[in-house]
């Protein structure tokens, strides 16, 4: 095999400069990183070798072992896992796997990532950790079965595939130590970053060091194994640390942040296992940049990793726990394909999202400022649960937050808080979907509810629109969008009806794309509101998936007119007075732009307006 110079990826090669640069004082985490790949990729080849022994032919004590070379200042963490033969070398180390790591760079930058460590840590950086204390990094592969292959870098550009020297399966990874990082070639704290991080691990984690006899004076290599080894799920509660549960978290989920809550218990009964689950505290980087919509949690099988793949495991909406759950009967021995197909895995299922729900729950009574943080990183994602678990859909409803005309800016209730302290004999719970809270308190929309003093609920979210609906009523009370279908109409406004037949006639006539024009019992102050049938999107979920590319159907609006209003009783008499007066046309388009500006939305044409708002100044100053 001839060696061959290749490029990283550009976004890598940035990649690689934030990580050194901005990590550096959690750089000890480098260790955590290459063990925890050392570890996944034994459990790799473990499962495969559970329908094909031959696999395994070679090696199978399995373990990870550090070596130092003091002279060369060198530290190898080799493992006799899986392996990678070329093509995978270069795929794995030379380009990333996240499909949105340019969007995350690009917010990282805006965010001067050079100082927050934690947002960088949520991307999860890897093997590339590496780069932190080294510089440079090789790493000697072999796969059952393929030739060895050696991969080198200096984490600078460029990497170099050449052919290997490893004579057995699996991985070496050996960095060049930096000056200022000979720390990580002693002893003790090589042992003592082994223990906080990696104790838990099941295979051992093992120091090969040189010693010489006393008395001989002959070299000796002995071998220390440095984790205790004890599955931490296995263990009982009371027994593990918060300490370990974090670091447990951190090595299943590579983030950096501590968990915000640990779900750990042992199902008994018709199904048996053990779940340890951990709801994050921050939303990490697949789910930051919506990419990855599986829910990944590790699945054992009496303490064998079988895979992280099973999505029937754990609903998606509830993608943000990680964890791991340890079956106690299931079958081992047949494929991934027939696993996944096990009945138990349903019921595993329901029982996790059943636990998780509880532990949402109980949190938000227990301590409603840390369940206020877990909505702001993954409201979002639990709403989904709406369209998608119905079984479930009146407890995941009990956990939602909404922002209503009753809270400050930026604070949120329950819609059982809502339904509460509504009046009696109201009926609905009203909402009122906007680009943000601003927009929803200045909307025309609510006026009459702010005059008879009945509480709105916002829809902030844009996915809001979308799950909501799911619901259809909360407790009884049927959800009504405020800026959707018609109200009641009271005894005064027929008799205005009357009064207006003939101009609301014209209004129509003059104007395009507007379905009816009719009077208005919400508005109070604001002079016209345009208004969507029941099953509308809203204009600002319409515009934003016009941006996304999304085809909107050209759904007609109703424009609502306020007869109390004096702009528009002004041109209604204008209109009796003189239907042929040329004020009209130009006077009933803007009482249509002036319903759009009001609701968020973009008028037609802003010059137009523009040009019609300046004149009319004019002319008002003048008369002053
Ligand atoms: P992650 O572990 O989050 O996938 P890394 O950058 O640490 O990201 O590793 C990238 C990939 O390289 C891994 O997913 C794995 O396929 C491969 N890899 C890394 N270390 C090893 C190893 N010791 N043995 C086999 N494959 C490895």
């Not at 934030?18 to 080849?45: G, M, P, Q, W």
């Not at 009077?519 to 208004?531: I, N």
Request: aromatic share 8%; glycine share 6%; proline share 3%.
């Amino acid at each position: 095999m001839i060696e061959k110079t290749m490029e990283f990826k550009t976004e890598l090669s940035q990649l690689l400069h934030l990580i050194t640069h901005s990590l550096y004082s959690h750089r000890e985490v480098f260790l955590r990183e290459l063990i925890s790949n050392a570890c996944d990729a034994i459990d790799k080849i473990r499962f495969e070798a559970l329908t094909d022994e031959t696999l395994l032919e070679g090696d199978k004590d399995w373990k990870i072992t550090l070596s130092v070379n003091k002279e060369a200042k060198t530290l190898t963490v080799s493992d006799n896992g899986i392996g990678m033969d070329e093509e995978s070398i270069v795929r794995n180390l030379g380009t990333i796997a996240h499909s949105g790591t340019k969007a995350f760079l690009a917010r990282l930058q805006e965010s001067g990532a050079t100082n927050n460590p934690e947002l960088i840590g949520q991307f999860g950086v890897g093997f590339y950790s590496s780069f932190m204390v080294a510089d440079k990094v090789t790493v000697e592969s072999r796969m059952h079965g393929k030739e060895a292959v050696c991969w080198s870098s200096e984490g600078t550009g460029s990497f170099t595939v050449s052919e290997g020297s490893r004579a057995v399966r699996g991985t070496s990874v050996t960095l060049h130590l930096k000056e200022d990082a000979a720390e990580y070639l002693e002893e003790y704290r090589l042992k003592s970053l082994v223990r906080k991080f990696s104790d838990f691990l099941e295979h051992p984690v093992v120091l090969l060091s040189r010693k010489k006899d006393k008395e001989s004076g002959e070299e000796n290599e002995t071998e220390d194994v440095l984790n205790t080894r004890k599955a931490i799920w296995l263990r009982s509660k009371g027994d593990i640390t918060t300490e370990e549960y974090n670091e447990f978290y951190k090595h299943i989920s590579h983030d950096f942040n501590d968990p915000a809550e640990v779900i750990h218990y042992n199902a008994e009964g018709a199904i048996e296992f053990k779940a340890l689950l951990f709801i994050p505290g921050k939303k990490p980087f697949d789910l930051l940049m919506g990419g990855d919509m599986k829910a990944h949690l590790n699945l054992y099988v009496q303490r064998v990793f079988i895979s992280n793949e099973f999505e029937n495991l754990l609903p998606t909406y509830l993608r943000f726990v990680k964890g791991v759950v340890d079956a106690a009967d299931l079958p081992l021995n047949v494929s991934r394909e027939i696993l996944q197909e096990n009945p138990q895995l349903d019921k595993i299922r329901r029982n996790l999202t059943g636990r998780i729900l509880k532990t949402l729950a109980e949190m938000k009574l227990q301590s409603l400022d840390k369940y206020r943080n877990f909505y702001a990183e993954f409201g979002s994602i639990l709403k989904e649960g709406l369209q998608n678990d119905f079984e479930n859909r009146e407890k995941i409803a009990d956990l939602l937050l909404f922002e209503t005309t009753a809270t400050k800016p930026g604070e949120m209730r329950t819609l059982a808080d809502v339904v509460e302290s509504m009046k009696e004999g109201q009926d609905e719970i009203i909402t009122l979907a906007a680009e943000h809270r601003g927009i929803a308190e200045n909307s025309p929309f609510l006026e009459g509810f702010k005059a008879d003093g009945r509480e709105v609920v916002f829809f902030l979210d844009p996915i809001d629109e979308f799950v909501m609906p799911q619901l259809g009523e909360y407790k009884g009370k049927k959800f009504k969008a405020a800026n959707k279908g018609d109200l009641d109409d009271s005894d005064k406004l027929k008799e205005e009806k009357k009064k207006f037949e003939g101009f609301l006639g014209f209004v129509k006539e003059k104007l395009s794309g507007i379905s009816e024009v009719r009077l208005s019992t919400r508005l109070k102050e604001s002079p016209a509101c345009l208004v969507g049938d029941e099953y509308s999107m809203s204009p600002h979920i319409e515009a934003m998936m016009r941006r996304m590319g999304q085809p909107v159907p050209d759904a007609e609006r109703v424009l609502e007119l306020n007869p109390a209003h004096p702009a528009v009783a002004a041109v209604q008499s204008m209109y009796e007075a003189d239907k042929e007066n040329p004020k009209l046309g130009e006077s009933v388009e803007l009482l249509r732009d002036l319903a759009h500006i009001a609701e968020g939305s973009k008028v037609e044409n802003p010059a137009a307006f523009a040009t019609r708002i300046a004149e009319l100044m004019a002319r008002d100053l003048r008369a002053k």
